[in-house]
């Protein structure tokens, strides 16, 4: 929960709200971390994962008809630079978190 609170750069107390909402939906369950006893971790149940498949689709639909499909690929180029040079002067750890999860890395 720490670290995904570091990487959507809010307070753990709003992610611990925002995972009791979710919880209520059973999209996710707590659980201890099985490799680190003190930490928690939030984890995805199939029906938190059913509603992502269900919902993904639209989700993709309209960021493509806003943002993808509005830009040029030399656009999505900068769009691209500019924004991961925002995140790493504006939030470093995120930048270096981005990085790790990014399909390059």
């Known amino acids: 929960m720490t670290e995904l609170a ?14 009791d909402r979710l919880e209520k939906q059973g999209w996710v369950v707590r659980r201890t971390c099985p490799t680190r006893a003190r930490r928690t971790e939030a984890v995805l149940t199939d029906a938190g994962m059913d509603k992502i498949v269900r919902t993904a689709p639209d989700h ?6 806003l943002v993808i499909d509005a830009l040029d690929p030399d656009q999505i180029g ?5 924004a991961r040079t925002i995140v790493a002067t504006s939030a ?11 399909p390059s890395a």
């Open 78 to 82: 900068q769009l691209d630079r500019i």
């Open 6 to 19: 570091r990487f959507v750069t809010g307070s753990l107390s709003r992610l611990s709200h925002a995972v």
């Open 92 to 102: 470093p750890e995120l930048s270096s978190l981005l990085e790790e999860h990014s």
């Open 60 to 65: 993709v639909r309209e960021v493509r008809r």
